[in-house]
């Protein structure tokens, strides 16, 4: 549809996060509990790696999500499933490094709690971003540098 925002710019409050939706088009409360949603894998970052870069936090992601695969034979099925191409997406490369973004169709989602990633479906997280940032900003502006590591 990409009405982006609606027909008039003014009618929203100063705060793109916290905004007024006279078109009705927003998700999130009503839609089911905030911060309720499905996690398929979660890798905890070491300190020292918060500020590092999206594409360094996910490197690292995959690769958790490459030693589960490899001694969780149910847990590979079941994403293999869900997922098609998830198990080669993360397989490390010839020279043995792993990819920097998500498997198709999840995304990684930092979490408010301090260097968590959570492996998350796409289109889930895209659609009820409030029920992921619960306060309007998620874990990469709280505990990962903010932006300016992206």
Known sequence: MGLMGGLNL???APNP???IDPLGLYNGEGQRELGKYNVFHSHTLNTSEYSLSDREHFKRGNQ????????????????????????EHVQPSANGKFRGDAPPGMTWHH?????VLSLVDYN???TYHKIYHLDGSGG???????????
């Not at 589960?68 to 198990?87: C, I, L, S």
């Not at 979490?111 to 260097?115: A, C, W």
């Open 10 to 12: 003014y009618a929203y």
């Open 17 to 19: 996060i916290r905004w």
């Open 64 to 87: 958790s999500v490459y030693e589960r695969m490899k001694n969780d034979p149910a847990f590979r099925r079941e994403m293999q499933t869900k997922y098609p191409g998830v198990v």
């Open 111 to 115: 979490e408010n709690k301090s260097g």
């Open 124 to 126: 889930d997280h895209k």
């Open 140 to 150: 990469r502006k709280k505990w990962g540098g903010g932006t300016g590591c992206r």
